[in-house]
Protein backbone atom coordinates (compact mmCIF):
# COMPACT_ATOMS: atom_id res chain seq x y z
CA UNK A 1 0.00 0.00 0.00
CA UNK A 2 1.43 3.51 -1.34
CA UNK A 3 2.42 6.12 2.06
CA UNK A 4 -0.41 8.26 3.20
CA UNK A 5 0.02 10.91 5.57
CA UNK A 6 -3.12 12.34 7.09
CA UNK A 7 -2.70 16.11 7.32
CA UNK A 8 -6.40 17.05 7.10
CA UNK A 9 -7.19 18.30 10.76
CA UNK A 10 -6.24 17.33 14.45
CA UNK A 11 -9.89 15.96 14.19
CA UNK A 12 -8.90 12.78 12.81
CA UNK A 13 -6.88 12.13 15.93
CA UNK A 14 -7.58 8.67 17.57
CA UNK A 15 -7.98 8.08 21.41
CA UNK A 16 -4.83 6.73 23.00
CA UNK A 17 -4.51 3.18 24.88
CA UNK A 18 -4.51 5.10 28.49
CA UNK A 19 -7.93 6.85 27.23
CA UNK A 20 -9.30 3.53 26.34
CA UNK A 21 -8.04 1.73 29.53
CA UNK A 22 -9.71 4.88 31.52
CA UNK A 23 -12.88 4.65 29.63
CA UNK A 24 -13.44 1.06 30.35
CA UNK A 25 -13.01 1.60 34.39
CA UNK A 26 -14.79 4.51 34.25
CA UNK A 27 -17.80 5.38 37.09
CA UNK A 28 -20.60 6.88 35.04
CA UNK A 29 -24.38 7.43 35.95
CA UNK A 30 -27.02 9.90 34.69
CA UNK A 31 -25.82 13.62 33.61
CA UNK A 32 -29.55 14.63 33.23
CA UNK A 33 -29.70 14.31 36.92
CA UNK A 34 -26.09 15.62 37.44
CA UNK A 35 -24.98 11.88 38.76
CA UNK A 36 -21.88 11.11 36.69
CA UNK A 37 -18.90 11.38 38.59
CA UNK A 38 -16.72 11.37 36.27
CA UNK A 39 -17.94 13.94 33.96
CA UNK A 40 -18.79 16.06 37.08
CA UNK A 41 -14.61 15.94 37.80
CA UNK A 42 -14.35 16.99 34.17
CA UNK A 43 -15.91 19.90 34.23
CA UNK A 44 -14.26 20.39 37.63
CA UNK A 45 -11.09 20.03 36.28
CA UNK A 46 -12.07 22.18 33.19
CA UNK A 47 -13.22 25.09 35.22
CA UNK A 48 -10.03 25.00 37.57
CA UNK A 49 -7.84 24.69 34.60
CA UNK A 50 -9.42 27.91 32.55
CA UNK A 51 -10.47 29.70 36.12
CA UNK A 52 -13.60 29.68 36.03
CA UNK A 53 -16.48 28.80 38.49
CA UNK A 54 -17.77 25.82 36.37
CA UNK A 55 -18.19 23.82 32.83
CA UNK A 56 -20.51 22.09 31.54
CA UNK A 57 -19.21 19.18 29.39
CA UNK A 58 -20.91 19.27 25.53
CA UNK A 59 -20.90 16.50 22.63
CA UNK A 60 -19.06 19.04 20.24
CA UNK A 61 -17.25 22.55 20.01
CA UNK A 62 -20.27 23.91 17.77
CA UNK A 63 -22.80 23.37 20.66
CA UNK A 64 -20.62 25.01 22.94
CA UNK A 65 -20.39 28.04 21.19
CA UNK A 66 -23.71 27.55 20.15
CA UNK A 67 -24.83 27.46 23.95
CA UNK A 68 -22.87 30.59 24.56
CA UNK A 69 -24.28 32.73 22.12
CA UNK A 70 -28.05 31.39 23.68
CA UNK A 71 -26.58 32.40 27.22
CA UNK A 72 -25.11 35.65 26.29
CA UNK A 73 -27.11 37.43 23.67
CA UNK A 74 -30.81 38.14 23.10
CA UNK A 75 -32.58 37.70 19.57
CA UNK A 76 -31.60 40.56 17.21
CA UNK A 77 -28.59 41.29 18.79
CA UNK A 78 -25.16 41.74 16.74
CA UNK A 79 -22.28 39.83 17.95
CA UNK A 80 -18.36 41.24 16.58
CA UNK A 81 -16.46 38.67 15.46
CA UNK A 82 -13.93 37.84 13.11
CA UNK A 83 -15.03 37.19 9.51
CA UNK A 84 -13.17 34.19 9.81
CA UNK A 85 -13.60 32.65 12.76
CA UNK A 86 -15.62 29.08 13.20
CA UNK A 87 -18.84 30.59 15.27
CA UNK A 88 -19.23 33.14 11.98
CA UNK A 89 -18.56 30.86 8.84
CA UNK A 90 -18.41 27.03 9.68
CA UNK A 91 -21.09 26.30 11.91
CA UNK A 92 -23.58 26.53 9.01
CA UNK A 93 -25.28 29.65 10.32
CA UNK A 94 -26.12 28.40 13.60
CA UNK A 95 -26.33 31.19 15.19
CA UNK A 96 -28.66 32.62 12.93
CA UNK A 97 -30.96 29.80 13.03
CA UNK A 98 -30.30 29.16 16.82
CA UNK A 99 -30.07 32.63 18.46
CA UNK A 100 -31.68 34.95 15.75
CA UNK A 101 -28.71 36.80 16.19
CA UNK A 102 -26.60 38.49 13.50
CA UNK A 103 -22.79 39.49 13.03
CA UNK A 104 -20.94 42.25 12.39
CA UNK A 105 -17.42 40.90 11.17
CA UNK A 106 -13.76 42.40 11.46
CA UNK A 107 -10.76 41.60 8.77
CA UNK A 108 -9.29 38.99 11.22
CA UNK A 109 -6.76 38.22 7.93
CA UNK A 110 -4.20 38.12 10.85
CA UNK A 111 -5.67 36.31 13.47
CA UNK A 112 -6.36 39.21 16.13
CA UNK A 113 -9.26 41.92 15.18
CA UNK A 114 -8.35 45.55 15.75
CA UNK A 115 -9.60 46.99 19.16
CA UNK A 116 -11.11 50.61 17.42
CA UNK A 117 -13.03 48.74 14.68
CA UNK A 118 -14.51 46.87 17.43
CA UNK A 119 -14.84 50.01 19.25
CA UNK A 120 -16.87 51.61 16.40
CA UNK A 121 -19.06 49.20 16.23
CA UNK A 122 -20.03 49.40 19.63
CA UNK A 123 -20.05 53.53 19.23
CA UNK A 124 -22.22 52.99 16.02
CA UNK A 125 -25.69 51.94 18.58
CA UNK A 126 -25.96 55.63 19.10
CA UNK A 127 -26.38 56.13 15.32
CA UNK A 128 -29.03 53.94 15.45
CA UNK A 129 -27.32 50.68 14.94
CA UNK A 130 -28.59 47.32 16.49
CA UNK A 131 -27.39 46.24 20.13
CA UNK A 132 -24.23 44.89 20.19
CA UNK A 133 -24.68 41.78 22.85
CA UNK A 134 -21.35 39.96 22.31
CA UNK A 135 -17.74 39.77 21.08
CA UNK A 136 -16.24 36.79 19.88
CA UNK A 137 -12.80 35.68 19.79
CA UNK A 138 -10.82 32.69 18.45
CA UNK A 139 -7.65 31.31 20.05
CA UNK A 140 -5.64 30.16 18.56
CA UNK A 141 -7.47 31.35 15.54
CA UNK A 142 -7.34 28.68 13.06
CA UNK A 143 -7.73 30.09 9.63
CA UNK A 144 -4.93 32.73 9.68
CA UNK A 145 -2.78 29.02 10.42
CA UNK A 146 -3.36 28.25 14.18
CA UNK A 147 -2.09 32.10 15.22
CA UNK A 148 -1.98 32.04 18.78
CA UNK A 149 -3.39 35.31 20.50
CA UNK A 150 -1.84 38.28 22.64
CA UNK A 151 -3.13 37.82 25.98
CA UNK A 152 -2.27 41.83 26.25
CA UNK A 153 -4.50 42.63 23.55
CA UNK A 154 -7.30 40.51 25.14
CA UNK A 155 -6.97 42.56 28.25
CA UNK A 156 -7.11 45.72 26.31
CA UNK A 157 -10.41 44.33 24.70
CA UNK A 158 -11.74 43.68 28.62
CA UNK A 159 -10.75 47.11 29.57
CA UNK A 160 -12.07 48.76 26.51
CA UNK A 161 -15.60 46.95 26.27
CA UNK A 162 -16.89 47.31 30.31
CA UNK A 163 -19.10 44.61 30.72
CA UNK A 164 -20.11 43.45 27.31
CA UNK A 165 -19.85 39.74 27.38
CA UNK A 166 -16.46 38.33 25.28
CA UNK A 167 -16.38 34.42 24.56
CA UNK A 168 -13.57 32.69 23.63
CA UNK A 169 -13.80 29.98 21.22
CA UNK A 170 -10.63 28.19 21.97
CA UNK A 171 -11.34 24.92 20.18
CA UNK A 172 -7.38 24.76 20.21
CA UNK A 173 -6.64 26.97 23.39
CA UNK A 174 -3.96 25.07 24.58
CA UNK A 175 -2.41 25.06 21.63
CA UNK A 176 -1.92 28.51 22.06
CA UNK A 177 -1.41 27.74 25.78
CA UNK A 178 1.88 25.76 24.47
CA UNK A 179 3.01 28.09 22.36
CA UNK A 180 3.30 31.25 24.62
CA UNK A 181 3.66 29.64 27.48
CA UNK A 182 0.63 32.24 28.51
CA UNK A 183 -1.34 30.21 31.25
CA UNK A 184 -5.02 28.92 29.88
CA UNK A 185 -6.36 30.43 33.47
CA UNK A 186 -4.73 33.96 32.13
CA UNK A 187 -5.94 33.24 28.83
CA UNK A 188 -9.73 33.42 30.03
CA UNK A 189 -9.49 36.04 32.52
CA UNK A 190 -10.82 38.51 29.99
CA UNK A 191 -13.36 36.19 28.94
CA UNK A 192 -16.73 35.79 29.82
CA UNK A 193 -17.08 32.19 28.75
CA UNK A 194 -14.45 29.70 26.72
CA UNK A 195 -15.24 26.72 24.82
CA UNK A 196 -12.53 24.53 24.39
CA UNK A 197 -12.00 20.55 22.49
CA UNK A 198 -10.78 17.57 24.01
CA UNK A 199 -11.58 15.86 20.41
CA UNK A 200 -8.56 17.75 18.34
CA UNK A 201 -5.10 17.67 19.39
CA UNK A 202 -5.61 16.25 22.53
CA UNK A 203 -7.07 13.09 20.74
CA UNK A 204 -9.90 12.45 23.24
CA UNK A 205 -12.69 10.56 20.68
CA UNK A 206 -15.39 13.23 21.60
CA UNK A 207 -16.30 15.88 23.70
CA UNK A 208 -15.68 19.94 23.86
CA UNK A 209 -16.17 21.91 27.16
CA UNK A 210 -17.65 25.11 28.26
CA UNK A 211 -16.71 27.30 31.22
CA UNK A 212 -17.88 30.62 32.75
CA UNK A 213 -19.59 31.84 35.97
CA UNK A 214 -21.73 28.92 37.82
CA UNK A 215 -24.94 31.23 37.35
CA UNK A 216 -24.48 31.24 33.55
CA UNK A 217 -23.44 27.46 33.53
CA UNK A 218 -26.76 26.89 35.07
CA UNK A 219 -28.73 28.13 32.18
CA UNK A 220 -26.00 27.03 30.20
CA UNK A 221 -27.44 23.46 31.39
CA UNK A 222 -30.92 24.14 30.10
CA UNK A 223 -29.65 25.49 26.65
CA UNK A 224 -27.75 21.82 26.16
CA UNK A 225 -31.10 20.11 27.25
CA UNK A 226 -33.17 22.90 24.51
CA UNK A 227 -30.79 21.60 21.78
CA UNK A 228 -30.41 17.50 22.50
CA UNK A 229 -26.77 17.83 24.08
CA UNK A 230 -27.55 16.73 27.52
CA UNK A 231 -25.85 12.81 26.99
CA UNK A 232 -26.77 10.40 29.94
CA UNK A 233 -23.64 7.88 31.02
CA UNK A 234 -21.17 10.33 29.11
CA UNK A 235 -18.83 9.64 31.77
CA UNK A 236 -16.81 6.97 29.20
CA UNK A 237 -16.42 9.72 26.94
CA UNK A 238 -15.02 12.09 30.07
CA UNK A 239 -13.12 9.77 30.97
CA UNK A 240 -10.77 9.91 28.11
CA UNK A 241 -11.17 13.81 28.46
CA UNK A 242 -9.63 13.52 31.65
CA UNK A 243 -6.88 11.48 30.19
CA UNK A 244 -6.63 14.33 27.66
CA UNK A 245 -6.22 17.00 30.11
CA UNK A 246 -4.01 15.22 32.58
CA UNK A 247 -1.51 13.80 29.54
CA UNK A 248 -2.04 15.26 26.36
CA UNK A 249 -1.37 19.07 26.46
CA UNK A 250 2.46 19.33 27.06
CA UNK A 251 2.79 16.94 23.65
CA UNK A 252 1.38 19.57 21.59
CA UNK A 253 4.72 20.94 21.05
CA UNK A 254 5.62 18.25 18.98
CA UNK A 255 2.79 18.72 16.81
CA UNK A 256 4.10 22.30 16.49
CA UNK A 257 7.63 21.56 16.05
CA UNK A 258 6.38 19.43 13.11
CA UNK A 259 4.36 22.05 11.93
CA UNK A 260 6.42 24.42 11.63
CA UNK A 261 9.38 21.91 9.45
CA UNK A 262 6.50 21.29 7.15
CA UNK A 263 5.77 25.36 6.38
CA UNK A 264 9.10 25.67 5.88
CA UNK A 265 8.68 22.85 3.01
CA UNK A 266 5.59 24.37 1.55
CA UNK A 267 6.67 28.11 1.47
CA UNK A 268 9.81 26.04 -0.12
CA UNK A 269 7.77 24.36 -2.51
CA UNK A 270 5.56 27.16 -3.45
CA UNK A 271 7.02 30.45 -3.61
CA UNK A 272 3.96 32.50 -5.39
CA UNK A 273 1.67 31.89 -2.45
CA UNK A 274 4.04 34.32 -0.23
CA UNK A 275 3.69 32.15 2.69
CA UNK A 276 5.88 33.21 5.80
CA UNK A 277 6.90 29.91 7.61
CA UNK A 278 7.61 32.00 10.57
CA UNK A 279 3.60 32.47 10.92
CA UNK A 280 3.15 29.45 11.80
CA UNK A 281 3.28 29.14 15.70
CA UNK A 282 0.87 25.85 16.14
CA UNK A 283 0.04 23.05 14.59
CA UNK A 284 -1.62 24.36 11.12
CA UNK A 285 0.15 25.38 8.15
CA UNK A 286 -2.17 27.37 5.84
CA UNK A 287 -1.34 29.42 3.05
CA UNK A 288 -2.85 31.16 0.11
CA UNK A 289 -2.51 29.58 -3.27
CA UNK A 290 -4.16 30.50 -6.79
CA UNK A 291 -4.66 27.00 -7.49
CA UNK A 292 -5.39 26.03 -4.33
CA UNK A 293 -7.72 22.92 -4.62
CA UNK A 294 -5.73 21.77 -7.78
CA UNK A 295 -2.84 21.85 -5.43
CA UNK A 296 -4.69 19.60 -2.31
CA UNK A 297 -5.66 17.33 -4.99
CA UNK A 298 -2.30 16.40 -6.36
CA UNK A 299 -0.51 16.45 -3.22
CA UNK A 300 -3.39 13.95 -2.45
CA UNK A 301 -2.82 11.78 -4.91
CA UNK A 302 0.70 11.47 -3.72
CA UNK A 303 0.27 10.71 -0.10
CA UNK A 304 0.39 14.22 1.30
CA UNK A 305 -3.46 14.07 2.29
CA UNK A 306 -4.57 18.12 2.99
CA UNK A 307 -7.60 20.26 2.58
CA UNK A 308 -8.89 23.85 1.56
CA UNK A 309 -10.90 26.20 3.89
CA UNK A 310 -11.71 28.67 1.29
CA UNK A 311 -11.42 28.95 -2.83
CA UNK A 312 -7.47 30.03 -2.72
CA UNK A 313 -6.42 28.43 1.10
CA UNK A 314 -4.62 25.28 1.45
CA UNK A 315 -4.54 24.03 4.77
CA UNK A 316 -2.23 20.87 6.52
CA UNK A 317 -2.95 20.53 10.37
CA UNK A 318 -0.26 18.19 12.25
CA UNK A 319 -1.59 15.80 14.91
CA UNK A 320 -0.17 13.28 17.44
CA UNK A 321 -0.49 10.61 14.72
CA UNK A 322 1.57 12.29 12.33
CA UNK A 323 5.73 11.56 13.45
CA UNK A 324 8.95 13.23 12.59
CA UNK A 325 9.40 10.28 9.80
CA UNK A 326 6.17 11.56 7.84
CA UNK A 327 7.02 15.01 7.42
CA UNK A 328 10.20 13.91 6.26
CA UNK A 329 8.09 12.04 3.66
CA UNK A 330 6.16 14.60 3.31
CA UNK A 331 9.03 17.22 2.88
CA UNK A 332 10.55 14.54 -0.25
CA UNK A 333 7.18 14.57 -1.76
CA UNK A 334 6.83 18.54 -1.73
CA UNK A 335 10.88 18.45 -2.89
CA UNK A 336 10.04 17.02 -6.22
CA UNK A 337 6.51 18.45 -6.49
CA UNK A 338 5.63 20.11 -9.97
CA UNK A 339 1.80 21.25 -10.16
CA UNK A 340 0.37 19.86 -13.20
C1 LIG B 1 -13.30 22.59 15.41
C2 LIG B 1 -13.65 23.95 15.87
C3 LIG B 1 -14.87 24.21 16.49
C4 LIG B 1 -15.98 23.19 16.57
O1 LIG B 1 -15.67 21.99 17.15
P1 LIG B 1 -16.48 20.64 16.75
O2 LIG B 1 -16.17 19.76 17.90
O3 LIG B 1 -15.91 20.20 15.45
O4 LIG B 1 -17.93 20.97 16.68
C5 LIG B 1 -15.10 25.49 16.94
N1 LIG B 1 -14.18 26.45 16.80
C6 LIG B 1 -13.00 26.24 16.22
C7 LIG B 1 -12.01 27.36 16.12
C8 LIG B 1 -12.69 24.99 15.72
O5 LIG B 1 -11.53 24.78 15.11
Known sequence: MSRRVDLRSDTVTQPTPAMREAMAR???????????????????????FVGKEAAVFVPS??????????????P???????????????EMGASARNSSVQFATLDDTSGA??????????????????????VSVENTHMPSGGTPL????????????????????????????????TSAAAYCAPATTVMSCLSKGLCAPVGSLLAGSASMMARARVERK?????????????????VALETMI?????????????AEGFATAFPESNYDATSCRTNIVAFDHPRARDLV???GERGVVGGTIAPRRARFVTHAQVTDDDVDFVLEVLQRFRLG
Open 61 to 74: GVMGNQIAVRVLTA
Open 297 to 299: AQL
Open 150 to 181: DLDDLVALRHAVGELPIHLDGARLFNAVVATG
Open 26 to 48: AQVGDDGSGEDPTINELERTFAA
Open 250 to 262: DRLADDHARARRL
Open 113 to 134: MRLNEILDVIDAEIDHQPHVGL
Open 226 to 242: RLGGAMRQAGFLAAAGL
Open 76 to 90: GDVIIAGRHQHVVSF
